[in-house]
């Protein structure tokens, strides 16, 4: 793998609050990570300017926003992530094949092959099986990874999010060409923090991930670029 290869496969979780936070570490990773995934607290704090911001020194954004509604919403604010041009944007699984099917559709009517690439989130990695009781559903995380997973294949979605543990029971199930985005990584020079089930990042990639979701171990760093370039080469050393 070369080292451009290796910097995309990184996306750098921007856990941050407000545009300054936003302009710092968009400014020194633009061109070492491949990605930046703007999730719900920063967009909740700042809307489509998080985005700009981070476009504005040309890198490019996963919207993590988890779409779970009723197929017309789910397609129109799809269809509004698609027009602030981010490269990757989610829903929820659980919503059911028509309202993945809708917004797949949608966004491929207006964009075709200049949309962005649509992710489902499958079991979220916080859930166990005892919350899947909860919700009356009796069977295991597992099962309703590898059945999830194939239904939101089956209703036009290029891939999942998942945890590093369960790459290979979706590759396995969804084929070579379905995008697996993983967090839950950590390099071997960081702390694992609140993650348990963790892999480092050669190995995520050498069971299958096609990105990683990295946060604190770059974030946190004391030089934030230089950590971003020992992942890159430890996912080269790990892949060669
Ligand atoms: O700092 P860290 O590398 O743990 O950040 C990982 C990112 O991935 C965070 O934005 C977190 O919310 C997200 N994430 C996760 N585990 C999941 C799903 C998302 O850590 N199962």
């Known amino acids: 793998m070369n080292p451009e290869d ?7 979780a921007l856990d941050v609050n407000g545009l300054a936070e936003i302009d710092r570490y968009a400014g020194m990773l633009s061109g070492r990570v491949g990605m930046f995934k703007v999730g719900k607290e920063l967009f909740t704090s700042s809307g489509p300017a998080a985005v700009k911001a981070v476009q504005q020194h040309g890198g490019q954004v996963f919207l993590d926003l988890k779409y779970h509604d009723i197929p017309n919403t ?13 490269q990757l944007a989610n829903l929820h699984a659980l919503g059911g094949g028509e309202m993945m099917e809708t917004a797949a559709r949608a966004v491929q009517k207006e964009f075709g092959d200049d949309r962005p690439k649509l992710l489902a989130v499958t079991i979220l990695t916080s859930s166990t099986e005892a919350t899947l009781r909860q919700v009356g559903i009796e069977h295991s995380v597992q099962d309703m990874v590898v059945r999830l997973a194939r239904l939101a294949k089956d209703s036009g979605m290029d891939g999942v999010v998942a945890s590093p543990l369960e790459i290979e029971l979706i590759r396995a199930a969804c084929g070579p060409d379905f995008l697996i985005v993983t967090p839950g990584v950590r390099p071997s020079f960081a702390a694992a923090d609140d993650q348990k089930r963790i892999m480092t990042p050669a190995e995520a990639v050498s069971a299958g991930a096609d990105y990683l979701v990295i946060g604190r171990p770059i974030a946190k760093a004391a030089d934030p670029a230089a950590a971003a370039q020992l992942i890159a080469a430890e996912i080269m050393a790990g892949c060669s």
């Open 6 to 12: 290796a910097r995309n496969k990184i996306i750098f």
């Open 74 to 86: 789910v397609a129109n604010a799809m269809l509004e992530a698609a027009r602030l041009g981010v």
